[in-house]
């Protein structure tokens, strides 16, 4: 339920002070081989109050939210805020300011489902893939869905309200390959509430068979052959290089931590087919997976271009670090929960199209893969990354050819990003993400195909 009429509490702030209402509500459900093994629903809600001095923050939250909970935090924040500053300040540093004042509610228009409609939904995708491949040794069916509402008010004049659904369904199917088990998954939905992002059962069908033939295909399949290759990326698996190896090292504030980002300002970091953008709320006309009209520290939230044409542009910015480079805040300031501080996040990351063909491009592969979904992986601060790869096939002259069981991509991004000789002109985006940094938070990754050199690990 949206906080109303936060501005009465602005008479409260003794210094620069930001104040957020917010409550996250999720839900889960888990069938595992025909029994629900996981129904869980609840809500975080509470209050949090940042207060400035000095080039320090206070900070203070609290479960509750009512008036007298509000201006006890508002007043622990900034005894917090005095007291560091007298011990750590310097000076009477100023912090960029450009209010935003949105009021976002992507609530269904629709009728709300029951539990045991969602309960029901669930099982029908069970009895489906039961009824349908018997042969499967395990299967499982996951629903879940988080909404986040948050309300904030900022001493220099920002008010904004937001309200942004997810709703996910997640299967998965693992088969027998000769004594070894072999599994693979796939994710529905995105943006807004169940409702919106899912009909009958029936409609996502044929997406499990598809998921199903392309298991077949991996269980049939070859080990990649280790070494340097040919490798077509798709979008699923662009998107999360994307964010991963390339965009957590232009986050401002790992940047002054020592992220090798620091030394490419302006420089070349990959090829000039390769633009790279966190967009704030809309990307081509649509609105994104993951959208921020207004960040957590109330700065009106805009489109950071990373990488134009192969070189470093931008970094990506809460206040504090845009006052540190002397730039315009580009609105990447979020937070998880009410008890979290903002940090600067990425919103919805992604490789802008380019103008090949799919099929072009893996014409032109004469020996190489065509890697199509990740599991899980790592990258640090100097970009380099390792991605496991759970889904792909290989191409021989040109053609698809068997698929390759699970295997690894590595190296550093910004050299295998000048390598890219071939990008595709559609897109498509993750909606699923989530960024762990400190704080586990939804995002956003997209991009197109694209083309280039990388490490893959397999067997010789």
Known sequence: MR??????HAGLFGEYTELRVQENRSARISVLNGDIVGNA??????????????GVWGFASSPESDDTAIGACIGRATANARFLASVEGHGSSVLPSRPGSSVRDLSTAKPRLSRKDLIDFVRDLDAYINNRYPHLVSRSVSLSQLDMEKSALTADGSDAYSLIPRSLVAISLTVDAKGEPIDLYDVFGGRGHFEDNFGEPSLLYPAIDALAERLSHKAGGV???PGTRDVILDPDLAGI????AIGHTVEADLVLGGSVAADYMNKTVASPLITLVDFANTAMGATCPV?????DEGIEARDAVLIDQGV??????????AARFGVEPTGNARAFGFYDEPLVRMRNTAILPGVSKL???????????????????QADSTSEFMFGVVMGYEIKGGKLGSAVHDCTISGVAFDMLKTVTMVSDDMSWT?????????????????????????VGGRA
Not at 42 to 54: I, L
């Open 359 to 377: 099929t072009d491009m893996i014409a032109s592969v004469d020996d190489g893969y065509y890697f199509l979904r990740s599991s899980n992986g």
């Open 291 to 295: 959208p921020v009209w207004t960040d």
């Open 241 to 244: 290089l994307a964010h991963e």
């Open 223 to 225: 080990y990649a052959r």
């Open 3 to 8: 906080y109303t009429d936060i501005r009465r």
């Open 41 to 54: 629903s609840g809500s975080q809600s509470g209050v949090s109050a940042r207060a400035f001095k000095d």
């Open 312 to 321: 470093l542009r931008s970094y990506m910015h809460n206040k504090e670090t």
């Open 431 to 455: 909606a699923a993400g989530m960024c762990g940094k400190k704080q586990s938070i939804p995002v956003g990754m997209g991009g197109p195909a694209v083309k280039c050199r990388i490490n």
